[in-house]
């Protein structure tokens, strides 16, 4: 199983960025998808996550009206809309699977992790 997330980079405040995550090796339409972040110095956290049905997604309270996460079962990728874009989301961020459940938001419902692509936010 092989999880690769894509899209990072530099983008001032209030800008915009498409992460994606392209899944191999795994029966994508059967796992909910999540996105996770860490900061340096930071634990990481849950931000946004997505039912392997595709019909209800979860959000941290922090990201809620300025991502959006989607996924599109047809190419095993998810993706997550940033926009609006704040300093504080400075981090690497990290694509997860997990099998067959809701939207989770528990890191450790995930079987699966990507590698991280970083994000940086200029003020």
């Known amino acids: 199983v092989q999880l690769q997330a894509f899209g990072g980079g530099l983008v001032q405040a209030g800008g915009s960025l498409k992460l994606s995550c392209a899944a191999s090796?795994?029966?994508?339409?059967?796992?909910?998808m999540g996105w996770f972040r860490q900061a340096p110095g930071k634990e990481r956290e849950f931000v946004a996550s997505i039912k392997w049905t595709g019909d209800t997604t979860r959000y941290a309270d922090s990201v809620k009206g300025r991502f959006t996460i989607s996924r599109d079962n047809d190419k095993n990728t998810a993706h997550l809309q940033m926009n609006s874009l704040k300093p504080e989301d400075t981090a690497i961020y990290y694509c997860?699977?997990?099998?067959?459940?809701?939207?989770?938001?528990?890191?450790?419902?995930?079987?699966?992790w990507g590698q991280g692509t970083e994000v940086t936010v200029s003020s």
């Open positions: 997860a699977a997990a099998y067959a459940t809701g939207a989770v938001v528990q890191s450790t419902s995930y079987n699966y």
């Open positions: 090796g795994l029966t994508f339409s059967s796992y909910s």
